[in-house]
Each structure stands twice: as structure tokens, then as C-alpha cells.
């Protein structure tokens, strides 16, 4: 029995550990991190996360072939294959500080391998990682080894949150990069096998390591530039009275442009679009290709750009002062169907709009009222440190009145001057809106900025609406 061990039981490792055990009831998977309490519940009824499906994937396989566990050393022992799938956010300070990826979980992770192992393993990126980090990991391995042998594979993950199964059972393509030696071909081979499971081969791409590395970085970049070109567009829209729907279904047709990723929104959140982009401009820095370094920080900067824009629409329409206002947040997740709220572009707005003096009233069906005060005191960076490690003493930038967190969106919405929606979860598509407008204070504004309702029937109940891209 091959028995795969996977470091790191995130929105990364547990999914896809889960999904390899479904469909490969012969290999045996452990998944271990030095997070108790994420171990405690991916043991229990809880899971750590919410993600549409995995609650049954992990019932069908836990206890039999699917484990988690706090016994990291034991479990890299005993595995063939390890994967690394700690968090590699960008480094907060030092050199590359707000760029570089920070690589001190993965350096511990492969140090840890080096020093617990007694045997041959096949050592898998999983974690999105700089260009050329497995070179650097051969060298702690094989500095650190006793005449064993480690092969390093890179094999990126191309997940979205929220569709994670759906992503897991049925990829685009799996990508595995690994040295082009012999050695190097017979683990592609052994981690091939492993997804030809249920992925068919003509998806499964083999490349050399460095292209497998940079392959993950370009896709996002590549993924959140669509997004940064759309939204610079909506100011455009809005500046012209064109309609930024209109605009992105009339170049989606195009076949060479596709249909996909052309949603205008008030920005991408999400852990690693913005991180792998920096990486990116990092990198290209560090290779003295400013210019490359420049074109990928526009993407980030035109996000930055949005939330901002949409801050500034918020207070400019309610009379230039949103002091002492009740403004009702819906949604705080960085996108539908996941609890999830790294860089969520939620707390920008909510940042924004509490400088300005607001009085928020926030709801998300998925995420708790715990969260959102930590993120909303968290300085920019920290929060991709998983809790356990994050700063004790956060700065806040606002008074902790000023933020409540409600159970749903009648009671957020109640009294309010206005709503912002910044999350498309599809309950707030079938609200009662004549009863919100009915409890609000007048006039009434709404701000959509994720296109979740029907402006002109909004209006026609008489609110004063704006979404993002559309004329007003
Ligand atoms: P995460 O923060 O949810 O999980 C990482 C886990 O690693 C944490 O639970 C942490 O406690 C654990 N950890 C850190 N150091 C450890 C160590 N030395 N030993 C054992 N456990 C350790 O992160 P994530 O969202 O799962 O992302 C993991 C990686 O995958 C990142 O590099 C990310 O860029 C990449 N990625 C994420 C997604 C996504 O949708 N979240 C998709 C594709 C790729
Ligand atoms: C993204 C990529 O889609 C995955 O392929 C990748 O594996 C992952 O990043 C990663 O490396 O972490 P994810 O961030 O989970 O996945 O979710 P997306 O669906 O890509 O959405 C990211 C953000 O962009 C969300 O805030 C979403 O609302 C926003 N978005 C997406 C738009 O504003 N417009 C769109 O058209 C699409």
C-alpha cells in the first residue's frame, strides 16, 4: 500500500488529501499539521471549512484510508510520498518585505522531512511556491540526509474555494514538474499513477520543475489580470454610460477571449491572488525585469483601485459623510460558497468606510463575528499567518462600537442609511427588498458590488441604487 503523508491540512491539504483517498482506496493518506484544534476538527463533525461537498468526502474516507493527525514526524516517516502544504504568505518584513513569499513554514516543513526519515521519499510541492524553491529544498534535503534519497516534485494546485470538489474530481489539467533525469521521470511516474485514478491522461501535463513552478504563479496572474482589465473598464462604463455587462458578454464571445472571468466585481479578494502576483513582480525584480515587474503590479494596483472607488462612491452619494450612518454590510466572505475571508475585498470597504466614521452592521451566512473583528484589526499581511500564529497584539484602526455583527440580513439592513453588498451569495438574490426598504431610513442607497440584484426593480421600489460598471 502507497502511503502518501501531506503537511499542512488547509483549504488546500484537506480537500485534496480527501479526494486522493476517495479515489484511491489502496493508497493510504495522512494529513498532519501542528494546528490542534484544525486536527481536532477535521476529526470531528465540524470541519475546519466550508466548502460545498467536502463534508461527504471526508465521511466516506475517514478512518479507513483518510487521516488526520497532529503525529507529523510519525506520518513523514512512514509516507513514500510527502506533500508540503503549508501556507506561504508574503513576507511582512525584511528583505522583500509586501512581495516575497514567505517560506519559513515550507523551510521548517522540509528541514523537519530531512530529520525524521529513514528512507526514500518523493517530496511534492503542493504549496504555490517562488521559481526555483525546489532547488533549494534539494539542498536542505540532501544537506540534511543519510544516504537517502529524496526526489523534489512540483505539483501546484489549481483549485477555486468554493468548487474545490468539483475542481479536485474533474481538473482542467493536473501538473506535475520534476527533474529530467531518470530518477527524477520515476517519481513523476509514481505521483502520476496516483492521479490517473480518475484523471484521464491527456490532462495530466508533465514539464520540468521550473515551468511547473511558474506555470501556477502565471495562471493566477493571468486569472486576476482578466479580472483587474474588467474592472478598469466598469470605471470606464460608468464614466461613459456604457454598461460593463453588456461590454464583458460582447467580448466574451469572441473565442479568443472566452466568456470566463469577466465579472466585474468591487475586486478580487481571496489568499493568493494578490500573494502570487507580488511574488511574481518580486521575481521579476530580482531578475532585473522592472518593466515585467511593473505591467503584473498594475493588476494589483487597479484591484486596489476598485475598492477604493467603491468607498469613495459610497460616501460621495450619501452626501460626502457617512459619519454616525448605519451602513449594512452583506456578505464578508472573498466570494459565494466559502467561509473564507483572506483578503477578502470586504475589509478594505469596511476599513474605508469605519475611517469615515460609519456605523457597520455586518452579515455573512459563513463567517463569525470573530472573524470579522480579527480581520478587520489585523495589519495588511498578518492575516495570511494562520491564527495559531498570528501578531498577539493587532492594531485597530477603529472603535469597537462601531462594528456589529449580525444573524441575517432583515436585522443588518434595519434602520440603515445604506447597504453595501460585497459578497454574491445567492440568498441576498430572493431578499424581501420592498420590507429592507420598508425598515430603512430614507433615502435609501444600495451599492451592489458583486451584480446580485435587479437594479431597475430596486429603483422602481425607490431606492437609490448603484452597481458597479452600470449607469447610474
Ligand atoms: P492554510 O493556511 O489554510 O493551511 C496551511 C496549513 O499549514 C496551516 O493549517 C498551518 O498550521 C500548516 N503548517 C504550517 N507550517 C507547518 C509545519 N511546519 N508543519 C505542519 N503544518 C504546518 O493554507 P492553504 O489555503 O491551504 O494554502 C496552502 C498553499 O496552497 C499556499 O501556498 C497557497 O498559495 C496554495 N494554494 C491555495 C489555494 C486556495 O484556494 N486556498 C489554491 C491553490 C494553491
Ligand atoms: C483562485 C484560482 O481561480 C484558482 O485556480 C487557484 O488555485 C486559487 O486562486 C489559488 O491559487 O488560491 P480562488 O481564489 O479560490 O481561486 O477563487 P476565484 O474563483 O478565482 O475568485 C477569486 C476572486 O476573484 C474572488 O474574490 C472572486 O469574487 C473574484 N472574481 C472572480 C471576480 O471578481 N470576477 C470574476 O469574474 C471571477
Request: with cysteine.
Amino acid at each position: 500500500m502507497v502511503k502518501i503523508c501531506c503537511i499542512g491540512a488547509g483549504y488546500v491539504g484537506g480537500p485534496t488529501m480527501a479526494v486522493i483517498a476517495l479515489k484511491c482506496p489502496s493508497v493510504e493518506v495522512a494529513v498532519v499539521d501542528i494546528w490542534d484544534k484544525r486536527i481536532a476538527a477535521w476529526n470531528s463533525d465540524q470541519l475546519p471549512i466550508y466548502e460545498p461537498g467536502l463534508d461527504d468526502v471526508v465521511k466516506q474516507c475517514r478512518g479507513k484510508n483518510l487521516f488526520f493527525s497532529t503525529d507529523v514526524k510519525k506520518h513523514v516517516k512512514e509516507a513514500d510520498i510527502v506533500f508540503v502544504s503549508v501556507n506561504t504568505p508574503t513576507k511582512t518584513t525584511g528583505l522583500g518585505a509586501g512581495k516575497a513569499a514567505d517560506l519559513t513554514y515550507w523551510e521548517s516543513a522540509a528541514r523537519m522531512i530531512a530529520d525524521v526519515s529513514e528512507s526514500s521519499k518523493v517530496v511534492v510541492e503542493k504549496s504555490t511556491v517562488p521559481v526555483k524553491t525546489a532547488e533549494a529544498i534539494e539542498k536542505i534535503l540532501s544537506h540534511n540526509s543519510k544516504g537517502i534519497k529524496f526526489q523534489i516534485l512540483s505539483n501546484p494546485e489549481f483549485l477555486a474555494e468554493g468548487t474545490a470538489i468539483q475542481d479536485l474530481f474533474n481538473p482542467d489539467r493536473v501538473l506535475i514538474g520534476g527533474r529530467e533525469t531518470p530518477e527524477g521521470q520515476e517519481a513523476i511516474q509514481a505521483l502520476k499513477d496516483v492521479y490517473a485514478q480518475w484523471v484521464s491522461e491527456d490532462r495530466i501535463i508533465t514539464t520540468n520543475l521550473w515551468s511547473a513552478e511558474l506555470s501556477k504563479l502565471a495562471a493566477n496572474a493571468f486569472l486576476a489580470q482578466r479580472i483587474s482589465s474588467v474592472n478598469a473598464m466598469s470605471a470606464l462604463c460608468e464614466a461613459t454610460g456604457a454598461n460593463v455587462s453588456q461590454v464583458s458578454h460582447a467580448i466574451g464571445k469572441d473565442t479568443r477571449i472566452g466568456p470566463k472571468f469577466l465579472n466585474t466585481s468591487v475586486g478580487f479578494g481571496g489568499s493568493c491572488f494578490q500573494k502570487d502576483i507580488l511574488n511574481l513582480v518580486y521575481i521579476c525584480e530580482c531578475n532585473g525585469l522592472p518593466e515585467v515587474a511593473e505591467y503584473w503590479r498594475q493588476v494589483v494596483k487597479i484591484n486596489d483601485y476598485q475598492k477604493s472607488r467603491f468607498v469613495n462612491r459610497v460616501v460621495a452619494s450619501m452626501f460626502n459623510t457617512v459619519s454616525t450612518k448605519k451602513i449594512a454590510i452583506l456578505g464578508f466572505a472573498f466570494k459565494k460558497d466559502t467561509g473564507d475571508t483572506r483578503e477578502t475585498p470586504a475589509i478594505d470597504v469596511c476599513k474605508g468606510l469605519l475611517v469615515d466614521k460609519a456605523e457597520l452592521s455586518i452579515y455573512d451566512p459563513q463567517v463569525t463575528q470573530d472573524q470579522i473583528q480579527r480581520d478587520l484589526t489585523l495589519r495588511k499581511f498578518d492575516w495570511d499567518h494562520p491564527i495559531h500564529l498570528q501578531p498577539v497584539n493587532p492594531t485597530s484602526c477603529f472603535n469597537v462600537d462601531q462594528v456589529k455583527v449580525v444573524r441575517d440580513a432583515y436585522e443588518a439592513t434595519k434602520g440603515a442609511h445604506g447597504i453595501c453588498i460585497l459578497t454574491e451569495w445567492d440568498e441576498f438574490k430572493s431578499l424581501d427588498y420592498n420590507k429592507i426598504y420598508e425598515n430603512m431610513q430614507k433615502p435609501a442607497f444600495i451599492f451592489d458590488g458583486r451584480y446580485v440584484i435587479d437594479a431597475d426593480k430596486l429603483r422602481e421600489i425607490g431606492f437609490i441604487v448603484f452597481s458597479i460598471g452600470k449607469p447610474l
